[in-house]
């Protein structure tokens, strides 16, 4: 079974680019996680996908950040424009249902983003 | 705001050295609380815990919840190279599990 795939893998690109960051996640997974750690800081929660819906986006920084899941299936997460704190690793996570206890959350590898 | 510190940043043992590693929690209403180990890339589940006392062993890896002391500690005996990761520890938002607050994890290199 495929686990949680994102792309690109890594990501370079100039102060006031725009870059757009793909999940898919874990076939019949409904629901899907965007998380972020920029640098020297941990893990954080961006939002929350059911489906197509947005449960919860409490976590996203500031309106340069656009999170769509057209269709329920993937999401992608657009930056624009990207400024250097933006530079860092962006998770995509996804479970079947919305877990209990939260181990049933599987992540991807990551995203790598750096904003020069 | 929920909250988790780990200590400690990082580690350098040897191999065959034992290692503990601690995260402490501030969260509202206690739910669980996450382990995870990220070596490469994924950060990939090792551990969930929900009551005080009772361990959780697989293998090498054993971990251990204190409810009163609102902190747990992650144990590696006979350590191996291939044990040198992150080591994350997150508890799940007091709203909903699916938010999950993380610490800054533990960088844990074991040489040779």
């Known amino acids: 079974e495929a686990g949680v795939t994102q792309f690109p893998s890594h990501s370079v690109i100039e102060k006031g680019q725009t870059v757009t960051l793909r999940c898919d996640p874990i076939?019949?997974?409904?629901?899907l996680y965007w998380y972020r750690r920029v640098m020297g800081k941990e893990i954080k929660f961006l939002l929350h996908f059911v489906k197509e819906s947005k449960q919860d986006e409490s976590g996203m920084p500031n309106n340069r950040f656009l999170a769509e899941r057209t269709g329920g299936t993937y999401s992608t997460l657009k930056v624009q424009p990207a400024e250097l704190e933006d530079s860092g690793v962006y998770f995509c996570?996804?479970?079947?249902?919305?877990?209990?206890?939260?181990?049933?959350?599987?992540f991807g590898e990551g995203s790598w983003l750096t904003v020069v | 705001e929920d909250k988790v510190v780990q200590s400690p940043l990082s580690l350098v043992v040897h191999e065959g050295d034992t290692v503990t590693l601690n995260c402490s929690y501030e969260?509202?209403?206690?739910?669980?609380l996450l382990w995870y180990k990220q070596e490469k890339k994924a950060p990939t589940f090792l551990f969930m815990l929900?009551?005080?006392?009772i361990e959780k062993k697989s293998g090498r890896l054993s971990s251990i919840l204190d409810k009163k002391e609102l902190s747990s500690i992650l144990n590696i005996t006979a350590t191996q190279t291939g044990d040198s990761a992150i080591y994350l520890c997150?508890?799940?938002?007091?709203?909903?599990?699916?938010?999950?607050?993380f610490g800054t994890g533990t960088r844990l290199q074991v040489t040779l």
């Open positions: 997150a508890v799940p938002n007091t709203g909903t599990a699916s938010k999950l607050t």
């Open positions: 076939s019949g997974h409904d629901n």
């Open positions: 996570a996804s479970s079947q249902e919305v877990p209990l206890y939260g181990n049933t959350i599987y």
């Open positions: 929900t009551s005080s006392g």
């Open positions: 969260v509202t209403n206690f739910r669980s």
